[in-house]
């Protein structure tokens, strides 16, 4: 059942004794007075038992605050222990008395676990949020940057045999009866023993044996669970095991695959798994020289406050992960938002201003720029550039676009249709003319593929080139949306790594921290609580 603070101060009770040690405006003095007022006790009442059934459980009003603590310091659950243990800072900050021993840190994994499962995950982030709400300190600013930046995730980056081996001994210990299976007819390695068989691994051949070997034993253990009745979890490892055995192998060189003859393929499989520990994260690159494994991290913040607005954590690879994806759904929610409190996009409310996104080239798609269109709010967004067929030589923009016809004019002033694929095939016009040479190399002519939101992007481009106005608005507000990604993930000069495995426990990381950085910001602008109001001295 759930536990409540006690009523009456205790005689050792480090506000009592050590309060005026801690520093007026931080963290610790905050939720030494306002802890109930942020996460009272009513919010947490669904995670428990009726009165009378069972012991009661650590106070929410502590724990919800020490995971907002936990969060804002990158302490591991162990740390946090230990800092509730001993640090009179978290003592104060949670009421409790200088000689309170804490708790075990398994403790914070149980609240963490009973938080995920209920209707409101999230909820140490709605508490902040009301809070924001309430102060109005984002009211009339209609400006939202967005950026991402990646994480590096809780586990090492496996190579390919070390992910076999690992995913064999996880299905042995998993699924019913398949370790059985395994110590019956797996024969390439010994599965119970944990990491990298002992090979010469200078030598090739020992290497490539090792790997058929490997993937053959993986095959077989496929093929011999397939078709039973597996829980959720048990098809899931299976599967993995079944990606994993063919992700990263081809056919050896003379070898179609039937004779068992495997190698390390010669190319990078598109979305590879880097972990059979954590196969949610994945390789992404920033440039071609800097690969980075783990999650991305996605923020829209207000650039004059700082405060963040929406925040969410995704894998580091695919479309659906995107930076202009997942800005979508940020602009989505800003609408839903603005609907609940009766308000259109530029209502009387907001001063009639539409709402501005500002984001780098990477969100200079035509589909979100037609969303943000869509919702009547205004793209401040710096377009990609475009790449010209020859160097120094005619860009798509150099073609003149007649949408009411259906046409495109080229430089040299031929003028083609456009087909029903959005395609537009200058041919034999381009043999003997004169400007072949600025426009392509391409031995059947110039062929342009006009995008979807052709119109749009174009609309961007001419824009941002003629408007010095618009690119001194984006220089001016975009930036400051990197304090935001810098103070999500860093810590003390440092750069966060992520503690959890897959998305959903990482996700609630970034919201819980996310949350303790714009409650810290609020404490910044003088917090404070007034008959039962929350309001800002600046």
């Known amino acids: 059942m759930q536990g409540f603070e006690r009523a009456d101060r205790q005689f ?32 947490y009442a669904d995670l428990f038992a009726p009165p009378g059934a069972g012991r009661p459980s650590l106070p929410a009003t502590q724990m919800a605050a020490v995971l907002a603590l936990q969060a804002l310091h990158d302490y591991s659950d162990r740390e946090t222990s230990e800092a509730v243990r001993f640090d009179v800072r ?45 102060t109005g300190v984002l009211k009339g600013r209609r400006r939202r940057a967005v950026d991402s930046t990646i994480l590096a995730d ?41 990491g990298k068989p002992k090979i010469d691994w200078d030598d090739p051949q020992a290497k490539d044996a090792l790997v058929s070997a490997l993937v053959n034993d993986a095959n077989a253990l496929v093929a011999a669970l397939e078709g039973r009745e597996l829980d959720e979890r048990g098809a899931s490892v299976l599967a993995l095991l079944a990606l994993v055995a063919g992700q990263d192998v081809e056919p050896a060189e003379g070898s179609d695959g039937t004779d068992g003859r495997w190698r390390i393929a010669r190319k ?29 991290a996605h923020v829209a913040a207000d650039p004059e406050t700082g405060i963040i607005t929406d925040e969410k954590l995704t894998g580091a690879a695919g479309q659906e992960n995107g930076d202009p994806a997942v800005a979508a759904e940020f602009l989505a929610a800003e609408a839903a938002g603005d609907a609940a409190a009766g308000r259109s996009a530029g209502g009387p409310r907001d001063g009639g201003q539409p709402l501005a996104w500002y984001g780098d080239s990477a969100y200079g798609t035509g589909e979100l720029r037609a969303a943000v269109a869509a919702a009547g709010h205004r793209a401040v967004i710096k377009p990609k550039p475009v790449q010209a067929a020859v160097e120094g030589g005619f860009t798509v923009d150099d073609f003149t676009v007649d949408d009411a016809a259906g046409t495109v004019t080229c430089p040299a002033g031929v003028t083609r249709p456009v ?107 003088g917090l404070a609580r007034r008959d039962g109001i929350w309001t800002l001295a600046t």
Request: proline share 6%.
């Open 12 to 43: 050792t009770d480090a506000a009592v004794l050590a309060g005026h040690l801690v520093p007026a405006g931080s963290m610790f003095a905050f939720l030494a007075a306002h802890r109930a007022d942020v996460f009272p006790d009513a919010d």
């Open 90 to 134: 978290w003592k104060v900050a949670i009421g409790a008395p200088l000689d309170d021993p804490g708790f075990d840190p398994s403790s914070l994994v149980y609240w963490r676990r009973r938080l995920a499962k209920s209707q409101r995950p999230h909820r140490v982030n709605d508490a902040v949020r009301k809070i924001v709400e309430e």
């Open 154 to 194: 809780a586990v090492a980056t496996q190579d390919t045999v070390t992910q076999l081996v690992s995913a064999i001994r996880r299905v042995a210990r998993e699924v019913p009866g398949a370790a059985e299976q395994v110590a019956a007819s797996c024969t390439g390695h010994d599965y119970s023993k944990p």
């Open 268 to 296: 990078v499989a598109e979305d590879r798994v880097i972990s059979a520990v954590d196969p949610e994260a994945r390789h992404t690159r920033k440039s071609p020289e800097a690969r980075r494994d783990g999650y991305r």
């Open 419 to 525: 087909t029903a694929s959005s395609r537009v095939v200058f041919g034999a016009a381009c043999r003997t003319c004169p400007l072949r040479g600025k426009c392509t190399t391409a031995k059947d002519g110039r062929n342009l593929r006009l995008h979807e939101h052709d119109s749009l992007l174009r609309a961007a481009r001419a824009d941002w080139a003629a408007s010095p106005g618009l690119r001194e608005d984006y220089m001016t507000h975009r930036p400051n949306v990197e304090r935001a990604i810098a103070q999500v993930a860093t810590w003390r000069g440092r750069r966060l790594k992520l503690r959890y495995r897959g998305e959903p426990g990482n996700d609630a990381w970034l919201k819980r921290r996310t949350a303790a950085l714009n409650l810290r910001n609020l404490l910044g602008r």
